[in-house]
């Protein structure tokens, strides 16, 4: 069974740029979240869709933005790079919405540098 | 806000002996709590978990222990082995809230020498 895939891997950008990243979640998984590491913060939680429903969000600007295909991909969205952008993005899926159901799936990551 | 804290950035601990990690949280509407390993290069793999209704979950070498009036959380790694050197983060949610939403840490990174 694959796993979470994740692309691109890595990618360049310029300040004020955008970048469009996708996810494909593990096949039957309805729910995929995406999340920001960056050194010293952990991971931060950025939107999670359900069933290409918003389900949940968090403390991002507007510049990051999100969509869920009825085939359960998703893609993820930022305008206006900033120097601070610069993060791996990964991706995670489950069965169900819930992490109280079964845990999160991983993908690898993007790897976003900004210059 | 760091509701979920790691506050020791790293831990090297001699294979064979106890690797012991912890975390603090200062949400009380959490219940649900997980630990995920992360290799470099590599997305984080889920390692265990707990609900709020327990104070302790055992999975073969790992155990993790969940004080809720100190708002602590524990993982044990008994015996330590070379192959679990690794970042280690640990994360909650509120179940009630029935999104994949986790809060995490900032990560453990563990060193464990042959």
């Known amino acids: 069974k694959a796993g979470v895939t994740q692309t691109p891997r890595y990618l360049i950008k310029t300040r004020g740029q955008q970048v469009t990243l996708s996810c494909s979640p593990i096949?039957?998984?309805?729910?995929v979240s995406w999340y920001q590491q960056t050194p010293g913060q952990g991971l931060q939680f950025l939107f999670e869709y359900f069933s290409e429903t918003q389900r949940n969000k968090g403390n991002f600007p507007g510049r990051f933005s999100g969509r869920q295909f009825s085939n359960s991909r998703s893609e993820m969205n930022v305008s206006t790079l900033e120097l601070g952008d610069s993060a791996l993005y990964l991706c995670?899926?489950?069965?169900?919405?819930?992490?109280?159901?079964?845990?999160?799936?991983f993908g690898e990551g993007s790897r976003l540098t900004v210059l | 806000d760091q509701q979920v804290k790691q506050n020791s950035p790293s831990l090297s601990v001699q294979e064979g002996r106890i690797s012991i990690l912890n975390c603090d949280y200062t949400n009380s509407m959490f219940d649900y709590f997980l630990w995920y390993k992360k290799y470099p290069a590599e997305g984080p793999t889920f390692l265990i978990s707990?609900?709020?209704?327990?104070d302790k979950n055992e999975d073969g070498r790992f155990t993790v222990f969940l004080n809720k009036s100190a708002k602590h959380l524990s993982l044990h790694i008994v015996p330590s082995q070379p192959g679990d050197s690794a970042v280690y983060f640990c994360?909650?949610?509120?179940?009630?809230?029935?999104?994949?939403?986790?809060?995490f840490g900032q990560g453990t990174t563990l060193q464990v020498k042959p």
């Open positions: 994360a909650a949610s509120r179940s009630a809230s029935n999104t994949g939403k986790l809060i």
């Open positions: 096949s039957g998984h309805r729910s």
């Open positions: 995670a899926s489950s069965l169900l919405a819930g992490v109280d159901t079964g845990e999160l799936f």
């Open positions: 707990i609900s709020s209704i327990k």
